[in-house]
C-alpha cells in the first residue's frame, strides 16, 4: 500500500489544545499508512509518545468512527468516518476533475508520459488526479498528497500566472512556512524559475532526482490559477523533447481553462 501522505512539518509543534489535535491526526495518517493495522505500541512508538496518550487518541478516534479495532488481533485500522470525509473533499473538485480527465488522458497518449492533475491548497499542492503513461519507468503520486509549492513545477506555473502583488503574498507565506518547518526554499531561484514560466507559457523543476517535471496552470472565470497539470518522467526521455512537452502541457492546462468557464 502506498504511504500515506505525511503531516505537515510546519504543524508540528503548535501551543495549546491545537498540538493535542496535530497529534491525533498524525496517528490518523500512521493508521491510514499501515494498511493492515497498527497496534497501539507501534502508534506510541512511531509518535513518540507514551503507550497511555496513544491509546486515548486511538479510544477518542475509534468513538467518533475515524478508526476502528479490529476484534481478532486488537489492531487499529481505519473507520467509515473516513470514507465520507473522502467522499466530501472529492465532491469539491468533481467538477474539474470531470473536466479535465479527457484532457490528461489525450495528454498522456500524446506525449507517452505520465500526467498529473493537483489543485492548489495554501502553500501546497494536492494531487487530484492521475493518468499513468504504462512504460516500464514512471514517475507515481499518491492521490491525495500534499506537496510544499517550492518542490513542483505545478507550483511555479501556478505563481508565474498570479498578479505580482498576490505572488509576492504568496511567496511570504511560502518563506514564513519554510522556515517554520526548516524546509529549503531559495527565493531567488524560485522567483529566476516563475520568470522563465511567465515567458514560456510552462515551468519546470529541478529536484536533481533524475526526473523532468514540466506544469502548466489552470486558470478559472477571473483569471485566477486554481490548479495545474505536469507532465513528469525520467530526464532521459524528456529533456531531449522538452520544448514540445512544455507545449503541450501549457496547450492543455488552456484548453481545460476554457472549459472550465464555458
Same mark, same amino acid.
Given at each position: ?11 508540528? =509543534? ?25 497496534? *497501539?505500541? $507501534?502508534?506510541?512508538?512511531?509518535? @513518540? ?27 487499529? *485500522? ?14 469539491? %473538485?468533481?467538477?474539474? *476533475?470531470?473536466?479535465?480527465?479527457? %484532457? ?10 505520465? &500526467?498529473?492533475?493537483?489543485?492548489? $491548497?495554501?502553500? %501546497? ?10 512504460? =516500464?519507468?514512471?514517475?507515481?503520486? &499518491?492521490?491525495?498528497? +500534499? ?8 507550483? /511555479? ?5 498570479? =498578479? $505580482? ?14 522556515? &517554520? ?7 531567488? $531561484?524560485?522567483?529566476?524559475?516563475? +520568470? ?11 529536484? +536533481? ?23 513528469? @518522467? ?6 531531449? /523533447? ?6 503541450? *502541457? ?5 484548453? &481545460? =481553462? ?5
Amino acid at each position: 500500500m502506498p504511504a500515506a501522505p505525511k503531516p505537515d512539518e510546519a504543524s508540528a =509543534s503548535p501551543p495549546g489544545a491545537a498540538s493535542t489535535l496535530v497529534r491525533g491526526l498524525s496517528v490518523l495518517e500512521m493508521v491510514a499508512a499501515a494498511g493492515d493495522g497498527i497496534s *497501539v505500541t $507501534e502508534v506510541a512508538a512511531q509518535a @513518540g509518545t507514551d503507550k497511555s496518550t496513544a491509546s486515548r487518541l486511538l479510544a477518542t478516534m475509534r468513538e467518533l468512527g475515524y478508526v476502528q479495532q479490529r476484534v481478532r488481533d486488537r489492531r487499529y *485500522v481505519l473507520g467509515s468516518r473516513c470514507l465520507w470525509l473522502a467522499q466530501a473533499y472529492q465532491a469539491t %473538485h468533481d467538477h474539474l *476533475v470531470d473536466l479535465a480527465r479527457p %484532457h490528461l488522458a489525450g495528454l498522456r497518449d500524446a506525449t507517452g508520459e505520465t &500526467v498529473h492533475l493537483a489543485v492548489r $491548497e495554501g502553500v %501546497h499542492v494536492v494531487y487530484v488526479a492521475q493518468e499513468d503513461s504504462g512504460q =516500464s519507468v514512471t514517475v507515481q503520486s &499518491v492521490i491525495g498528497t +500534499r506537496t510544499p509549492l517550492q518542490r513542483t513545477a505545478m507550483g /511555479r506555473a501556478i505563481l508565474a500566472t498570479m =498578479s $505580482e502583488r498576490d505572488r509576492d503574498r504568496l511567496l511570504e507565506q511560502m518563506r514564513t512556512s519554510a522556515a &517554520v518547518s526548516h524546509a529549503a526554499l531559495d527565493l531567488d $531561484e524560485m522567483r529566476a524559475d516563475v +520568470r522563465q514560466a511567465g515567458i514560456r507559457g510552462w515551468a519546470a523543476v529541478d529536484r +536533481r532526482d533524475d526526473v523532468t517535471r514540466l506544469a502548466a496552470a489552470i486558470t478559472d472565470v477571473r483569471g485566477e490559477p486554481i490548479a495545474a497539470i505536469t507532465i513528469s @518522467g525520467p530526464s532521459y526521455r524528456v529533456d531531449p /523533447r522538452v520544448d514540445d512537452l512544455g507545449t503541450a *502541457v501549457a496547450r492543455v492546462a488552456g484548453e &481545460v =481553462s476554457e472549459a472550465l468557464v464555458a
